[in-house]
């Protein structure tokens, strides 16, 4: 039997310095707004988007939107 769980986003665009490589790093925080997955309640951890190095805040932005004005939910569906 599978199990079904959604989960709704707003996305909020982050940027943080990759101590390796000396530069920084953009992504998007996965901010929860009406239900989040189980494995992660209770503030266990969150999800994010990591981009890479060539997205630079202002496409981040940009991807942001449209994700927010597209994406209804997110989905995992267990087997």
Do not use: W
């Not at 390796?20 to 992504?27: K, L």
């Not at 940009?62 to 989905?75: G, H, M, P, T």
Request: proline content about 3%.
């Amino acid at each position: 039997m599978h199990s079904h769980q959604i989960a709704k986003y707003k996305f909020e665009v982050k940027e943080f310095d990759t101590p390796s490589e000396g530069e920084a790093q953009t992504s998007l925080y996965c901010q929860p707004t009406e239900y989040e997955f189980s494995f992660l309640d209770h503030n266990t951890g969150h999800l994010s988007i990591i981009f890479k190095k060539s997205v630079n805040v202002e496409k981040a932005s940009e991807i942001a939107r449209i994700l927010q004005d597209n994406v209804d939910c997110f989905s995992i569906t267990k087997y």
